[in-house]
């Protein structure tokens, strides 16, 4: 078992920063990957970023590319931050290795989530 713990979220103005983590406990040294996720209301769950812990590539979406980062231990900074980023954002661990990062399928593993507000 893992145990994903995120921690963060808030409110901010557009344009401005956020930084999430994600406390991992239980069996760490069998995680694979570990991803972001987000979740806007009447939306679906959408892929935001992901780490392999085993080379340290990193995969993002168009949407958030060049503004968000990643990284291992696992937290996401979140710059230039837009009003389209409101939404509760999860962390989600997968073990060994898997097909998709992009997949939330693919991860067995999910935190609470925390929301994050962007005002305009």
């Known amino acids: 078992q893992v145990q994903l713990v995120e921690s963060g979220g808030g409110l901010v103005q557009a344009g401005g920063s956020l930084r999430l983590s994600c406390a991992t406990s239980g069996r760490t040294f069998s995680i694979g990957v570990t991803g972001w996720f987000r979740q806007a209301p009447g939306k679906e769950r959408e892929f935001v970023a992901a780490i392999s812990w085993s080379d340290g590539d990193t995969y993002y979406a168009d949407s958030v590319k060049g503004r968000f980062t990643t990284s291992s231990p696992v937290y996401l900074q979140m710059n230039s931050l837009e009003p389209e980023d409101t939404a509760v954002y999860y962390c989600?661990?997968?073990?060994?290795?898997?097909?998709?990062?992009?997949?939330?399928?693919?991860?067995?593993?999910w935190g609470q989530g925390t929301q994050v507000t962007v005002s305009s």
């Open positions: 989600a661990a997968a073990l060994g290795r898997i097909r998709s990062y992009y997949s939330p399928y693919e991860y067995a593993y």
